[in-house]
């Protein structure tokens, strides 16, 4: 069983930044696959970044070049740094977690364990 708990969000304006932190519990995080999504209201859950347990990344049309995943192993956390914020990266952003593997995890069906997400608000 692994819990997720994101921080970081909050309120910034268009083209500031913010790094959100998912802190996960137990002995086994490097094992893991992690990611980030976003749910703006009215829209279905989006994929932002991923990165496996050997600490590759992939991103969403959305994140690429502003964006960028990382994770410490030791510290159990997988980070989000967001950078050049617009008004379309509002939304709530989810970590998820699934144990490692050798194929790509870009869709949410594909996680097992789900945080309870933190509000990104962008305001012009």
């Known amino acids: 069983q692994v819990q997720l708990v994101e921080s970081g969000g909050g309120l910034v304006q268009a083209g500031g930044s913010l790094r959100l932190s998912c802190a996960a519990s137990g002995r086994t995080f490097s094992s893991y696959d992690m990611s980030w999504f976003r749910q703006a209201p009215g829209k279905a859950r989006e994929f932002v970044a991923a990165i496996s347990s050997s600490g590759s990344s992939w991103y969403g049309d959305p994140a690429k070049g502003r964006f960028t995943i990382t994770r410490d192993n030791t510290g159990n956390t997988v980070y989000l740094q967001m950078r050049s914020l617009d008004l379309e990266d509002t939304a709530v952003y989810y970590c998820?977690?699934?144990?490692?593997?050798?194929?790509?995890?870009?869709?949410?069906?594909?996680?097992?364990?789900w945080g309870q997400g933190t509000q990104v608000t962008v305001s012009s």
């Open positions: 998820a977690a699934a144990q490692g593997s050798d194929y790509i995890k870009l869709y949410d069906y594909m996680y097992d364990y």
